[in-house]
């Protein structure tokens, strides 16, 4: 199997396992902890994640295709999530969106070229007090304008 | 009313996520008094039964009932589950909790551990709170080093450990036996009630599931007593919440008060009215799964379960959504059917292929497509979700598209009809082509 886990991180693995009376209850933080180290879950990940938790590989590709937050894909450097639910709608999230991709020039879903940002329009993020809001990567940022986010794109390296 | 400040205090208090500072606003006695007194199990589930203490994320069953239901002859091990999910969209209060109080949470949680006799809580947060995340777990830390948590809490000689389990976006997964099943390791797909969770639920075994602003609030019916709590606001149905209130309001924000207070009161004076003083177009009152008000009915309801269902909405998450008369209501709703359709989890035919075409027929109407059978279509295709699903996702998503369409059908009405002629002069034109 040529992707595998160096040995901290096994014992990560052993510890995520110690929380649960069942191994598969520990598949959510393993994924995570595989997404981490190699970027995203691909078919071979999935094999060598199943391996570990004693599980089939099926199985583990269903888990990792009914969540939102496992990758699939490549993404960009920063993963920008903006939300365009209700109440993020009401304040400006259309026009922030259509902001976002005219100054990126890449639609809902794309990457850079130069693979710095990606772009999705995700669901409520739980700060519809700061709508409208986003999240860059594990960052929560909200109360957005036009402006606010043009400088706050500009200021990423 | 004013506000009332029991967990929102801790929102004004600097570092109150803190142990130190916690405790130096009177944290963990609520804890420390029911094991040094050595309360029984029964003491403390018939003192949050008289607090009058109901679910707050939105089911609004009465906690101490719930917890009476883990039966007490039960040999193995029993869990409690901390429902941090929070996902309704319009709902945001958990997450103030977790930022602000996760020590009042971990408090709640041990309370409730030791009525049901749980050695084991899990707490479910979704994957999105980063933050809080962090947060909880540095708290979790901080109160396992002084001894709260682990072995011997508070020398009693119980013991009790808190995980951390961290979702992956799935808004199914705040509903419960969903969150159960994650938890267990598999996709979030609901499951069949009875058994009910209490009897056979995490792991088989009997399972208690709160919610965040639930458990928060036991410490404070410990300290303050179950009358106390109980007498806040209504009579027979008292108590306190967090509201969060978003949209159109100058203020957006969380704002505990006493049940009853007249919506008027929390969309006016604490949320700081309308924005640019518009006029009131509808209120969503506890998550866009909740009916819509009018502006007349929100500004006539108090905020209590029984004044809600009274105008056959629900008080819900109270994730309270303020749209003024600039809204438009087509759109929302298009969005609020997005949004079920995406998370509806596949298992129940009705709601995986009806969210789908509720909202197919949406996208349709607001693209100026619409025809004149869709407001009809749409009514039925709620009308068979409705109570034909495991979980209440169905009953979520068709309940805002009855509701929106009965009491704002004339802008619905004229989207269509807008969408008719336009198809009918393209067809005209392309005629006489």
């Known amino acids: ?157 | 009313m004013p506000q009332v400040k029991l967990i929102s205090r801790f929102f004004e208090i600097e570092n109150s996520h803190r142990l130190r500072v916690y405790e130096e606003n009177g944290g963990y006695s609520a804890a420390r008094r029911v094991v040094t007194e050595n309360w029984e199990p029964e003491k403390i589930i018939n003192t949050v039964k008289a607090s009058n203490l109901r679910g707050l994320g939105g089911a609004g069953f009465p906690t101490g009932v719930k917890w009476d239901f883990v039966p007490k002859d039960h040999e193995g091990p029993k869990y409690l589950v901390v429902n941090a999910d929070e996902s309704e969209p319009g709902t945001f209060k958990d997450r103030h909790v977790m930022l602000h109080a996760p020590h009042l949470l971990l408090e709640g949680a041990i309370i409730a551990a030791l009525s049901i006799d749980a050695e084991d809580v899990y707490i479910y947060i979704r994957g999105e709170y980063w933050e809080a995340y962090r947060v909880l777990e540095r708290a979790i830390k901080e109160a396992e080093e002084a001894g709260y948590l682990g072995k011997n809490i508070f020398g009693s000689g119980h013991s009790l450990k808190v995980h951390l389990h961290r979702g992956a976006g799935a808004y199914i997964c705040g509903e419960e036996t969903a969150l159960l099943s994650s938890l267990e390791g598999f996709k979030g797909w609901p499951k069949l009630k009875p058994p009910f969770p209490a009897l056979q639920g995490l792991f088989s075994m009997p399972t208690i599931i709160n919610n965040v602003e639930t458990l928060s609030y036991v410490p404070i019916v410990i300290e303050k007593g179950p009358e106390y709590f109980a007498g806040l606001g209504v009579k027979r149905s008292g108590g306190a919440r967090l509201f969060g209130v978003s949209g159109h309001v100058n203020r957006p924000g969380v704002y505990e008060l006493s049940l009853g207070t007249p919506m008027r009161e929390l969309i006016y004076e604490h949320a700081g009215g309308i924005r640019q003083g518009r006029p009131l177009k509808a209120v969503i009152p506890g998550g866009t799964s909740c009916p819509v008000l009018t502006a007349e009915e929100a500004e006539k309801v108090n905020l209590d379960f029984d004044s809600l269902a009274g105008i056959g909405s629900m008080l819900g998450s109270a994730g309270v959504i303020v749209m003024d008369e600039t809204t438009d209501m087509v759109k929302v709703l298009c969005r609020i059917c997005k949004f079920y359709s995406f998370e509806s989890c596949g298992q129940c035919t009705p709601c995986r292929e009806g969210t789908g075409w509720m909202t197919r027929i949406m996208e349709r109407i607001v693209s100026g497509n619409g025809r004149s059978q869709d407001l009809d279509d749409l009514l039925d295709i709620a009308g068979m979700i409705c109570e034909n699903t495991i979980c209440p996702l169905g009953d979520a998503a068709a309940l805002p598209v009855i509701s929106f369409i009965q009491k704002f059908r004339h802008e619905f009405e004229s989207k269509v009809s807008a969408g008719s002629i336009a198809a009918a002069s393209s067809r005209l034109s392309a005629e006489e082509l």
């Open chain 1, 1 to 157: 199997m040529s992707v595998s886990f160096p040995e901290k991180d096994r014992k990560l693995v052993e510890e995520m396992i110690r929380h649960y009376p069942h191994k598969k209850s520990a598949i959510g933080d393993v994924l995570y902890l595989a997404q981490k180290q190699f970027g995203y879950i691909t078919p071979e990940v999935e094999l060598y994640v199943a391996s570990l938790l004693d599980l089939p590989a099926s199985y583990v590709h269903q888990v990792v295709t009914f969540y939102s937050m496992y990758l699939e894909k490549p993404v960009g450097k920063y993963l920008i999530m903006l939300c365009d639910n209700v109440s993020c709608l009401l304040c400006g999230a259309e026009d922030l969106l259509d902001r976002i991709k005219e100054k990126l020039g890449i639609e809902v879903g794309e990457t850079t070229g130069d693979g710095k940002f990606t772009l999705w329009s995700v669901e409520c993020l739980g700060a519809c007090e700061l709508a409208p809001a986003m999240m860059i990567n594990d960052k929560l940022y909200g109360n957005l304008t036009p402006d606010k986010l043009d400088r706050l794109l500009d200021s990423l390296e």
